[in-house]
């Protein structure tokens, strides 16, 4: 369980999610995880001003990672507290980094593996929220694998 940090000026738009007193916005973030093709998972989020908070249970940490990040890269949230149980099996969580201006998946998987050739790696572990490996963008927040 932990509190990950932002970028509220990054993100794809919903509109209306954070609007103050928005009673669907637990829905339209569920439709959300739904429609990047996390499936249906069974978590509940609520919203309080730009801070998300997920609660729930997903099979596994990689899910749990993406449904983070698919939460925290919409425009205007700036953390998300994380409360999601795993049901399966434990392993070692993965490391996220922030895009900055410039960045590739590349030049991301040589800043932390030392090998710019495992971009594909970075890419895949962030699948289905990436579609394209040119499709990144400054302070967008990407699951690293070990």
């Given at each position: ?29 569920k439709e959300h ?20 908070t997920i609660t ?49 998946l590349s030049a ?39």
């Amino acid at each position: 369980m932990s509190l990950l940090s932002f970028v509220k000026e990054a993100g794809e738009k919903l509109l209306d999610l954070l609007t103050p007193g928005n009673a669907n916005a637990s829905e339209q973030l569920k439709e959300h995880i739904s429609k990047v093709g996390l499936g249906n998972p069974n978590v509940q989020a609520t919203v309080d001003g730009d801070k998300v908070t997920i609660t729930g249970e997903v099979a596994s940490q990689e899910e749990k990672e993406k449904i983070v990040l698919a939460v925290g890269n919409i425009a205007g949230v700036g953390s998300v507290d994380d409360q999601i149980t795993v049901t399966g099996p434990v392993v070692v969580a993965a490391e996220f980094v922030e895009v900055k201006a410039g960045d590739t998946l590349s030049a991301i998987s040589l800043r932390v593996y030392g090998n710019a050739n495992q971009y594909e790696k970075i890419f895949e572990a962030n699948k289905p929220m990436l579609k394209d490996v040119n499709k990144i963008y400054p302070g967008q927040k990407l699951r690293i694998p070990k």
